[in-house]
């Protein structure tokens, strides 16, 4: 069993950024693939990145193409998702998850964290 925990949410305004973190713990992190989904109020639980055990493959949604960025180190057992040139539709909770899969699809996840919330004003 993995045990996951996000980092870095917070308010910011149009245009600003933030960099979240995902640290894993219980687990053999660098044998995961991670994932990143977010879900706001109303709406379904929507994918956002995801990047292999290696930091070979990355994936992104094309709404966040050329502003978000995903990247892992796995010897500190940690994942970050750099988000640059935020709008106010990127607002939701953001969550983390593992699976030995390649997969945009949340329920392919073995673990999550509990989610970090993000917040975009206008």
């Known amino acids: 069993q993995v045990q996951l925990v996000e980092a870095g949410g917070g308010l910011v305004q149009a245009g600003g950024s933030l960099r979240l973190s995902c640290t894993a713990s219980?687990?053999?992190?660098?044998?995961?693939?991670l994932g990143w989904f977010r879900q706001a109020p109303g709406k379904e639980r929507e994918f956002v990145a995801l990047i292999d055990w290696s930091s070979d493959n990355t994936r992104y949604a094309d709404s966040v193409k050329g502003r978000f960025t995903v990247s892992r180190d796995n010897a500190k057992n940690t994942g970050y998702l750099q988000m640059n040139s935020l709008k106010p539709e990127d607002t939701g909770r953001y969550s983390c998850?593992?699976?030995?899969?390649?997969?945009?699809?949340?329920?392919?996840?073995?673990?999550w964290g509990q989610g970090t919330q993000v917040t975009v004003s206008s």
């Open positions: 219980g687990g053999t992190f660098s044998g995961y693939n």
């Open positions: 998850a593992v699976t030995t899969l390649w997969s945009e699809i949340g329920w392919r996840y073995n673990y």
